[in-house]
Structures are given as C-alpha cells and as structure tokens.
C-alpha cells in the first residue's frame, strides 16, 4: 500500500494520473491477486465460526493490536485510503480504475 500511496502523492490532475498508470498497475494487481487467494481461503472454510473460533480469533486480533507491525499496517492502510480518495476526487473515473485494478470496490451512487 505505501507503494502506491508514494505514487500517488504525486497526482495533482488527470495527465500526472494517466503518466503513473504503468506504474501503478503492477503494484495494484500485486494487491488484488493477495485478496483474491484471501477471499479464496476464507471461501474454503465457508461455514459460521464456532464460539470457540470466534473467541481464538478475537484474543488473535488483541496480540495484533499490540504489535508495532499492526501500527504500521493501520498507517499505511489509512495513506492508501486518502490517496486514493484525493486522487479520485482530483481526476474522474481514477478511483474506478484503481478498484478494477486492484480488485477493490467503489462507491457508484455518486456517479449514476
């Protein structure tokens, strides 16, 4: 995600966007291909969690919480997110193309 954020802090308009595609395009099919072998693991076990699950998962997510690494993560993930909104909100149809790219989604009620 900083890869991309570092890209995009750049973007001021549509040609400095369409300058940094090829750049980003590599970068954001790295994420999507991660999220889709996420999606397809969390599919695999596509059953509701037991309590006991459940409760491992939740005292996982607390050790996560307490790690520096999850702090980094949450920045990096926040940057991304403003990156990508500036930049949309900067140059039409950019935020489109980066969740086509990336295999995100992207709020269209705006633009029908």
């Given at each position: 995600?900083?890869?991309?954020?570092?890209?995009?802090?750049?973007?001021?308009d549509?040609?400095?966007?369409?300058?940094?595609?090829?750049?980003?395009?590599?970068?954001l099919?790295?994420?999507?291909?991660?999220?889709e072998?996420?999606?397809?693991?969390?599919?695999?076990?596509?059953?509701?969690?037991?309590?006991?699950?459940?409760?491992?998962?939740?005292?996982?997510?607390?050790?996560?919480?307490?790690?520096?690494?999850?702090?980094?993560?949450?920045?990096?993930?926040?940057?991304?997110?403003?990156?990508?909104?500036?930049?949309?909100?900067?140059?039409?149809?950019?935020?489109?193309?980066?969740?086509?790219?990336?295999?995100?989604?992207?709020?269209?009620?705006?633009?029908?």
């Amino acid at each position: 995600m900083n890869e991309v954020s570092d890209i995009l802090v750049n973007v001021k308009d549509a040609n400095a966007f369409e300058s940094v595609k090829s750049k980003l395009k590599p970068k954001l099919n790295r994420m999507r291909e991660s999220n889709e072998l996420a999606k397809a693991k969390q599919s695999a076990g596509n059953k509701a969690p037991s309590k006991e699950e459940m409760d491992r998962l939740t005292k996982e997510m607390e050790k996560l919480k307490n790690d520096s690494n999850w702090e980094k993560f949450q920045q990096a993930m926040w940057r991304y997110i403003q990156e990508v909104f500036r930049v949309s909100m900067a140059v039409p149809g950019a935020g489109e193309w980066i969740a086509q790219e990336s295999g995100g989604t992207w709020n269209q009620s705006g633009s029908k």
